[in-house]
């Protein structure tokens, strides 16, 4: 079965840095553009960071730029997302979630189960 | 910047009705509209693509409509297991990506 599974979410103080990892399996993960989305607790979602095929066309959301880096290591089939700078509004639900072409655009066809994140002193 | 503004927020629904969820754009950009489904607990699921294509194994009830900046998700008659959270999603202004804030469908 194709499957992503998230980790290293936990409790970090603002101002803080934490790494969180996507585990790939059941699919080609070097052939997918791959995304990091989360969701405050009772929020909807917000698209953070994409990477794109051999690490190239990577992107971020403004509200994390400059502070997050977005990573892949296709010989592990893992996304990671190093997270530094830390804010109490970055507290959420990490997502990652699959990039694939349907139709006429991309669409998010997997997800994994989320791992959170708590910025609090 | 796009605002995908959905309504209702939340809809009240016996199993067996028809749920009709809305979804509108600030903008006209395309029809490269997706709609995905969240339970409690649960990471999201693709539902529907381009505004009106099925994502694979989702079942027929489900479907979707609409163009410029008007998009329907309808479900024709709810399942016990349909109750949950919707949410809309266009991808404009490459690469950004905008959600809506979700329309919460719940059973009454």
């Known amino acids: 079965d194709e499957q992503l599974v998230e980790s290293g979410g936990g409790l970090v103080k603002p101002g803080g840095s934490l790494r969180l990892s996507c585990a790939a399996s059941g699919f080609s993960f070097s052939n997918y553009d791959m995304k990091w989305v989360r969701q405050a607790p009772g929020k909807g979602l917000e698209w953070v960071s994409s990477i794109g095929v051999s690490g190239t066309h990577i992107y971020y959301a403004d509200s994390v730029r400059g502070r997050f880096t977005i990573s892949r290591d296709d010989a592990k089939n893992s996304l990671y997302l190093q997270m530094n700078s830390l804010r109490v509004e970055d507290t959420a639900v990490y997502y990652c979630?699959?990039?694939?072409?349907?139709?006429?655009?991309?669409?998010?066809?997997?997800w994994g189960q989320g791992t959170l994140l708590t910025v609090s002193s | 910047e796009l605002v995908l503004t959905q309504s209702p927020a939340t809809l009240s629904l016996s199993p067996g009705e028809r749920a009709t969820l809305s979804c509108r754009a600030s903008?006209?950009?395309?029809?490269?509209v997706a709609w995905y489904q969240q339970k409690p607990g649960q990471a999201p699921r693709l539902l529907v693509y381009d505004a009106s294509n099925r994502a694979p194994g989702i079942p027929a009830r489900f479907s979707g409509s609409g163009s410029g900046t008007d998009f329907t998700l309808s479900i024709s008659s709810l399942e016990p297991e349909d109750f949950g959270v919707y949410y809309c999603?266009?991808?404009?202004?490459?690469?950004?990506?905008?959600f809506g804030q979700g329309t919460r469908l719940e059973i009454k």
């Open positions: 979630a699959r990039d694939r072409y349907y139709g006429s655009s991309h669409y998010f066809d997997l």
């Open positions: 903008q006209s950009f395309s029809s490269s």
């Open positions: 999603q266009q991808r404009t202004n490459w690469p950004s990506i905008t």
